[in-house]
């Protein structure tokens, strides 16, 4: 039986939308003739979302357990019911179906990375085995189901497998940067020290050049201070995100009183819209890759300070952006050797 | 004494953010120096707003005032807790502090609208005279306060108040439409037969000219047929937008196969991303400009089934919004008969 390649047919509730906007979607495991299933190996939690969870259990590992089986058993898909977000997973292809045979570059026993969320993906927990709570990942014993619609990369043998998964789970942030900022432009990265802020802040510096400035935000820590050693950013800025005029006043301060043509907000934490949007100049980008945005606190607040600036939501997709990030991550030593320190 | 240009003088909880972002703000209504005082005449809540107070309410007209009473007794502004957005306001100056007396081009008696969000302005309600059902106006007796930065506009006398306060509520979706789309453009407007949906259709038949086309999508209903008469669409499908596939088929059964450049979210109901997101060509546009947007769904959903489309944050501001939609209401007979059998 062939199913919609969109995975409609899975949805279970509300009838008619597709599986990322449902409650709750169907994860038995038999596939449908264009489904692919994958022996899933390692989970990464969104960001946002695994802050979210890591808080409500008060940092305990076997709390974190309970609530990611108790979402995965509700929804069939591991969509944290705060942030709406979900992740990505590493895993083995076990079983592709008829449909798809041969038609695709995938064969059964390839490693690969999803890249569609894990918010619309039908997945079974089996068992937990660990939580690697600094890095938002988890290995479970599970399967899961790629929608014919949905995309993955295999994995590259150059590189460590969760090294490849952390970088993979933003691939569209530093894909976004390449493409948005040009020559001379001054960009203001918030959330610079994390992940996708390293990523971005890479990417950004080496498009802006010379002429152009790259500032980079983020909370004091041995994070802010490991973002200064890379030299990426032409300063860093250390604050809070969640304080707009503070964060404005600071930058202006190191700008001399220009406004930035970009800002990009790559941060876990709600309520940083407008420190986002303040230090941009008129007709500026505002880019939104976090999934802590609230698309109400950016309208608006963007419209209540009578800022004109283009406000973009941070599309998790752009063609190539698992090559440009793994690329990436061969062509800065720095950077790789940051990433395997964590994550490898 | 002064304020701070954005209101941050106001925020009582959480402290250091703007006044968008606060769950509360002090509307006592002593001015600061750098603020004015405005006799309010009219509020217009928000279409996503009032829908769903409306709802919550069963459509009892008293217990809409309860519920609009309740959220500014513990806001100090009317911001839907559930949808996050405001509206906007008529009224009179009543008093402009001593450090923008002058030095702007407004005086005490004045009629104007407020082009900042009600879910951003310090508000007191004395009493609701009149709850408009039909056209989301809610006449009152009350003071506002608009902050340094607050943008206004003084109400033109060649048109009813009510008819530009609908209008202006709505300024900143025809001002973008016609920044967004160009000559041949195929154009979706999701939600056409609506307030900003006309006024949407209008602005992008006149961009997209004879070799393009705009493809209204709306209910089914007396708005529909009042829209097809007005012949802004090229076609005017009918269904729910909030099943996407359907809305996919049916734009492509009419396009021959052929997916749009730009799709326009004007809707005021929840879970329409999608529909919005799926028949966009890759590298097209996604302009959301309806308040039940939500980020992770758009962000997520359109990753989901590997969409290279930009989509955008409607900003309720952008440069000339106002005189834009008012122009728009004098330049198409058309349309001013509906907003004047509507609104006046
Ligand atoms: N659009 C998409 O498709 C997509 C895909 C994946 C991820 N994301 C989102 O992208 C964001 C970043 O993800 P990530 O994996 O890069 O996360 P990450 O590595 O955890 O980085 C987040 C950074 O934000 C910093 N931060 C937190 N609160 C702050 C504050 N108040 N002021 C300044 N900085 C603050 C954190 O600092 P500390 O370490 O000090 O807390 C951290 O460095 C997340 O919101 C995630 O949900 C989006
Ligand atoms: N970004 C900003 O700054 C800003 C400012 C103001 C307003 N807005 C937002 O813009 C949106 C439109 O506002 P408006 O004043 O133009 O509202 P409106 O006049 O109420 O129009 C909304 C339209 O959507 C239609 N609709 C509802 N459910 C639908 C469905 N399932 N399928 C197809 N059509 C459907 C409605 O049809 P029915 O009449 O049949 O229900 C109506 O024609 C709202 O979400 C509002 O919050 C945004």
């Not at 190996?41 to 940092?59: C, H, P, R, V």
């Not at 983020?218 to 503070?246: M, Y």
Request: one cysteine or more; glycine letters at 10%.
């Amino acid at each position: 039986m062939r199913g919609c390649p969109y995975g409609t047919h899975r949805v279970i509730e509300p009838k008619g939308v597709l599986p990322q906007t449902a409650v709750k979607i169907d994860n038995t495991m038999e596939i449908y003739d264009n489904e692919i299933l994958i022996d899933v190996k390692t989970l990464n939690i969104d960001s946002a979302s695994f802050t979210q969870i890591k808080e409500q259990a008060g940092g305990d590992v076997e709390k974190i357990k309970e609530i990611m089986l108790n979402i995965v058993k509700e929804r069939g898909k591991h969509q944290n019911p705060v942030t709406g977000s979900g992740g990505m997973l590493i895993g083995v292809v076990e079983k592709i179906g008829k449909d798809l045979e041969g038609k695709i570059d995938l064969k059964v026993g390839d490693k690969i990375a999803t890249l569609v969320s894990l918010s619309l993906t039908p997945l079974r927990i089996d068992k937990i085995l660990n939580v690697k709570k600094d890095i938002d990942q988890v290995d479970i014993e599970g399967k899961a189901i790629l929608f014919e619609s949905g995309i993955y990369a295999k994995l590259p043998d150059d590189m460590p497998e969760t090294l490849a998964l952390a970088a993979l789970d933003v691939a569209g942030a530093p894909a976004q940067t390449a493409k948005l900022v040009k020559p001379g432009d001054y960009v203001l990265i918030l959330g610079a020290a994390g992940k996708s802020g390293l990523l971005c802040c890479y990417e950004a510096k080496k498009r802006a050049g010379v002429t152009g400035k790259v500032i980079g935000f983020a909370r004091p820590g041995e994070a802010a201070e490991r973002l200064k050693k890379t030299n990426f950013c032409d300063v860093v800025i250390e604050g809070d995100a969640t304080q707009p005029v503070e964060v404005l006043n600071k930058v202006l301060e190191y700008t001399g009183g220009r406004y930035v043509d970009i800002a990009i907000n790559v941060v876990n934490v709600p309520n940083t819209e407008m420190a986002t949007i303040l230090p941009v100049r008129d007709n500026g980008i505002v880019y939104f890759f976090s999934m802590a945005t609230s698309f109400t606190k950016a309208a608006l607040g963007a419209e209540g300070v009578g800022k004109d600036v283009n406000m973009i939501i941070g599309n998790g997709y752009t063609k190539g952006h698992a090559e440009i990030t793994l690329q990436v991550l061969r062509e800065s030593q720095i950077l790789r050797e940051i990433f395997e320190s964590i994550y490898a």
